[in-house]
């Protein structure tokens, strides 16, 4: 796979870029251009992914508690493994090549023990957080609703940039998510900009999903599927505008 990074003796890395609050809508912004250069076969990715995993969730109808949790951690491990993809399919379109199906399924070929390891971390991240504002969910609607702003907040801020720093740079979990925290200290205000952005849009998508039931949630997932890829793509676009030539330096 391309991008190996040299030993640990002789690994330099570039530091990360300042950029203004704006820059967290030209990510938005430069992932709808990324979109553009090949949106059918973009959606046709993420609803082949939903179709399946639609199919596979016929497994929770048996009513087997172990089945059904097996079935969450092996599609979300797949899932994890298939982003880490997409930074990789991106970055090949957004310099000129081909964009090739079967690169999503790179990850599985070198990288499979660190998403795996990112996703572990991913959970237990998640579980200090929800444990850590969980006063909120016994205060009404709108408390609960805070305290899901604040956990996806939270795991943008610790995870938005680590799949492409881990496929793209070749770096392990832990040095993914430093970098990454790193990278979005130095740009908070951009980062708030984009969190605003997938705050909006998981709020809309979550309220009409409520009012118009689970038949009609299937069908505004189609309807929002441009919206779910421009916000897969924008990461690779803030991991790019921030570490414009990656985060290590390569000799």
């Known amino acids: 796979m391309e991008n190996q990074i040299p030993t640990s003796q002789e690994v330099r890395y570039h530091e990360p870029k300042r950029l203004p609050a704006s820059a967290g809508i030209n990510w938005i912004i430069g992932a709808i251009g990324l979109f553009k250069l090949n949106p059918w076969k973009w959606v046709g990715v993420l609803l082949a992914y939903m179709i399946v995993g639609f199919v596979v969730s016929i497994i929770d109808l048996l009513g087997i508690n172990a089945l059904s949790s097996l079935k969450s951690i092996a599609f979300g491990y797949v899932g994890s493994c298939l982003l880490g993809g997409a930074m990789y399919v991106a970055n090949n ?37 929800s444990l850590l504002i969980i006063p909120l969910y016994f205060a009404g609607y709108w408390a609960m609703m805070i305290g899901v702003v604040l956990i996806v907040t939270v795991l943008l801020s610790i995870f938005l940039l680590t799949p492409a720093l881990i496929v793209l740079d070749g770096l392990k979990p832990w040095e993914a998510i430093k970098a990454n925290v790193k990278a979005l200290m130095c740009n908070i205000p951009a980062m708030l900009v984009y969190v605003v952005g997938v705050v909006l849009y998981s709020f809309m998508s979550g309220v ?13 997932l189609l309807l929002f599927l ?4 421009v916000l897969l793509l924008a990461p690779y676009i803030a991991y790019r505008s921030i570490y414009p030539n990656g985060r290590v330096v390569k000799s």
């Not at 090549?97 to 999503?104: E, N, S």
Request: net charge positive; aromatic share 16%.
């Open 226 to 229: 441009p919206v779910s890829v």
């Open 208 to 220: 009409l999903g409520i009012m118009l039931g689970q038949w009609i949630i299937f069908i505004i």
């Open 93 to 129: 379109t957004n310099n000129g090549k081909a964009f090739d199906v079967k690169d999503f399924f790179v990850v599985f070929l070198d990288k499979k023990m660190s998403f795996f390891i990112l996703l572990l971390l991913q959970v237990l991240f998640s579980i200090a957080v």
